[in-house]
């Protein structure tokens, strides 16, 4: 008897699935900036319409976005991120301080974010919850997998 093919239960995996398309993060991007409605996304990315109209559905499917009538004009809707989208702000940080490090040559980053409450330029970094320490690859060591069968 042949073993059981198993596969490795992936979080990463689970996550590209739905958000491992280069139009999700600009619209997130867009949300995150104050963006609310169709035609306001799609004139400030150029994305085309059929593809705005798919990744929109597949982030309200999901739970990211919320699509409400707007309440000027019943013709139209507006899109907020949920507290699933919010929880996302962190990973377009990091993309954001991945490109202005390694992609912005030498004119510096094209966008500067200030931090409301120190008013300085805001240096995110990731840190462990527990004893705060700035953390890298290096810091991190894998626990345990877990697997189902295939």
Same mark, same amino acid.
């Given at each position: 008897m042949k073993p059981i093919p198993k596969?490795?239960?992936c979080s990463v995996a689970r996550s590209i699935e739905i958000? !491992?398309?280069r139009w999700i993060f600009l619209i997130l991007r867009e949300a /995150? /900036? !104050?963006v609310r409605q169709y035609d306001q996304f799609q004139a400030n990315l150029g994305i085309a319409t059929n593809i705005l109209s798919h990744r929109l +559905?597949?982030?309200v499917e999901n739970g990211i976005l919320e699509r409400k009538q707007d309440p000027q004009d019943g013709r139209r809707f507006r899109y907020k991120l949920t507290e699933k989208g919010m929880d996302l702000y962190?990973?377009?940080l990091a993309f954001m301080k991945w490109g202005d490090r390694w992609l912005s040559g030498q004119e510096g980053p094209p966008l500067i974010? +200030?931090?409301k409450s120190c008013g300085r330029p805001l240096a995110p970094e990731m840190c462990c919850a527990y004893c705060r320490q700035v953390i890298d690859a290096r810091d991190v060591a894998i626990g345990e997998y877990?697997?189902?069968n295939v």
């Open positions: 596969k490795r239960v958000l !491992g398309d /995150f /900036f !104050g +559905k597949l982030l962190p990973i377009t974010l +200030k931090h877990k697997f189902e």
